[in-house]
């Protein structure tokens, strides 16, 4: 049995391509199937079963559009009500691909109808199981319970240390682990780790599910540990119930200056992707920049009106396509548009150029007394530590509580930076002074800026 792990670092999740040689299992795949679809075709495998740990609430899946592109049987939880044929599955249940034998285990928690599958090689009886666990068991800890309802978020936690519990019994500490969150994804919880692999012997030694003293324990330090999620993952679950369609990455439509001109007037969203040092020396007013990175599908999905149109602003057509590329597994279908190449292009007569500074926290040292600092991390980061008299409002906030910000010029900060550039756009787009504090938090702490 060999496994393939296709990454989706911009997410934080992982699809895999489990194959005897000749046929492969795809589990989780997400929306861009090319990605999937090389694989296969590189290692010269034919794909027979897809299967979901569960319907996800973080992106939008792949292995609808990919069964039916390849032929494979496309496997889910019988108790999901979708809108598409599909086999269904449930708690027990064995499949079969090629020398591959799959075991269906429930382990509900992260959702009510979440899955894990344990796979083992008939070919290979020597070998260790390798376990497919999704939402449930991650690496370091396990998957959010707070995703399908807020109210029965104590109930799911008390479900996922049951359902952790259970998954492991009677296999080996050898036994491979194989999770789809818990790689910066927002449906991680607890103190999840990175890293390219782990076992459950391993994980026995320090998954929170196992080192806690108790599942009281275990459900208090977790619930506590929650921390707000992207909006958009309310769409998400929706659309993979109803089976989502095939993906259009071609260039979207090119929009020249004048274009550009009348969709910033309307209030639309013109997303700049430039690298945030350059944003904040030379932009086009009335654009929010939001660099391309890691992090940049995350964030727009979070702050966008859902389904509003956007066009985007890039170096080059590459940018733009691995923008799209980021856009299109959150469910944001097609960009509105695309303007690409120099800024003097790409403004027109009289159009309106901004520019804010950067600093870093020593320059805060000598700031004035009437000075307003906005902090735009997370609740939970601020209760951690702070700088006094600084004002508050969460990024994900922001948008609707800009009448809360003091007048005057605002220095605004986050914990590296890349936050804090998004917000003190958007706070340029509403016509406001901002300075960027383009530095890392643990600075504000070394200049006793910050109380901790």
Request: net charge negative.
């Amino acid at each position: 049995m060999h496994v393939e792990i296709i990454r989706t670092d911009e997410l934080g999740d992982r699809t895999y391509v489990v194959h005897d040689g000749t046929v492969a299992v795809v589990v989780d795949p997400q929306r861009d199937i090319d990605r999937v679809e090389r694989v296969l075709g590189d290692l010269g495998l034919a794909a027979e079963l897809v299967l979901e740990t569960h319907i996800h609430n973080d992106y939008v899946t792949g292995g609808h559009h990919l069964s039916r592109r390849t032929g494979a049987k496309y496997a889910l939880n019988t108790a999901d009500p979708v809108a598409f044929d599909r086999v269904p599955v449930r708690d027990g249940d064995m499949l079969e691909a090629g020398s591959l034998r799959i075991w269906v285990r429930a382990t509900p928690g992260h959702t009510d109808t979440h899955l894990a599958y344990v796979v083992t090689d008939s070919a290979a009886p020597w070998e260790p199981p390798a376990v497919f666990t999704g939402g449930s068991l991650l690496y370091g800890s396990v998957g959010r319970t707070d995703l399908v309802d807020p109210v029965r978020t104590e109930e799911l936690t008390r479900a996922q240390y049951r359902s952790v519990h259970r998954l492991v019994e009677g296999l080996p500490d050898a036994a491979q682990i194989y999770p789809t969150h818990g790689f910066g994804s927002f449906c991680s919880s607890g103190s999840t780790r990175g890293g390219d692999a782990s076992t459950l012997g391993i994980e026995r030694g320090s998954n929170d599910a196992f080192t806690a003293p108790d599942e009281q324990t275990f459900v208090a330090d977790l619930v506590a540990a929650l921390t707000p999620h992207p909006a958009y993952y309310a769409h998400m679950a929706p659309r993979n119930l109803r089976g989502p369609e095939a993906v259009d990455l071609s260039a979207p439509e090119t929009v020249e200056a004048e274009k550009l001109h009348k969709r910033i007037d309307a209030g639309e969203w013109v997303v700049d992707l430039r690298d945030r040092v350059l944003y904040a020396a030379d932009h086009v007013a009335g654009t929010v920049g939001i660099a391309l990175g890691t992090q940049f599908a995350t964030y727009l999905g979070w702050l966008i009106p859902w389904e509003a149109p956007i066009t985007l602003i890039g170096d080059s057509p590459a940018q733009v396509a691995a923008a799209q590329r980021q856009m299109i597994r959150i469910g944001i279908d097609r960009p509105a548009g695309a303007a690409t190449g120099d800024l003097d292009a790409l403004t027109a007569p009289g159009q309106e150029r901004r520019t804010y500074p950067r600093v870093d926290f020593a320059a805060l040292c000598h700031a004035g007394p009437d000075t307003v600092v906005l902090d735009v991390r997370r609740d939970d980061e601020r209760a951690a530590g702070h700088i006094a008299h600084s004002v508050h409002i969460p990024l994900h906030h922001l948008l609707s509580r800009l009448d809360e910000v003091p007048k005057g010029t605002v220095w605004v900060h986050c914990a590296s930076g890349f936050r804090a550039s998004i917000a003190a756009s958007l706070l340029d787009r509403a016509g406001r002074d901002a300075t960027l504090i383009d530095d890392e938090y643990g600075r504000a702490i070394a200049l006793r800026l910050a109380a901790n």
